[in-house]
């Protein structure tokens, strides 16, 4: 069973910075796209960043200039690197990824979510 395991979610102030990370647990053939969205209270989840497998990034206006994503295949691990988090970033934060299974079935994962809080 493959899972998507996040870390690095917390309370920071405004200004601030943080870094998330996310690999899959279990045994799988490959992974696709990785990526990041959030969602607000009340609001519907969306983009934050996706990345290929290759170089190619994709940001949501609203991130872009301020966070970072990147990936390091070697370790099947995607990160996020946020920098002058602004109160509106508050969400819970999901990684996501396109996995090929052992069946060679290619599906999508989502992980358990974590929490960032930017607030002074």
């Known amino acids: 069973q493959v899972r998507l395991v996040e870390s690095g979610g917390g309370l920071v102030e405004p200004g601030g910075s943080l870094r998330l990370s996310c690999a899959p647990s279990?045994?799988?053939?490959?992974?696709?796209?990785m990526g990041w969205y959030r969602q607000a209270p009340g609001k519907e989840r969306e983009l934050v960043a996706t990345m290929p497998s290759g170089s190619n990034t994709n940001y949501a206006d609203s991130v872009k200039g301020r966070f970072t994503i990147s990936r390091d295949n070697d370790k099947n691990t995607v990160y996020l690197q946020m920098n002058n988090l602004k109160p509106e970033d508050t969400a819970v934060y999901y990684c996501?990824?396109?996995?090929?299974?052992?069946?060679?079935?290619?599906?999508?994962?989502w992980g358990q979510g974590t929490q960032v809080t930017v607030s002074s």
């Open positions: 996501n990824a396109l996995i090929q299974q052992i069946s060679r079935r290619w599906a999508d994962y």
């Open positions: 279990g045994s799988f053939l490959n992974i696709g796209t």
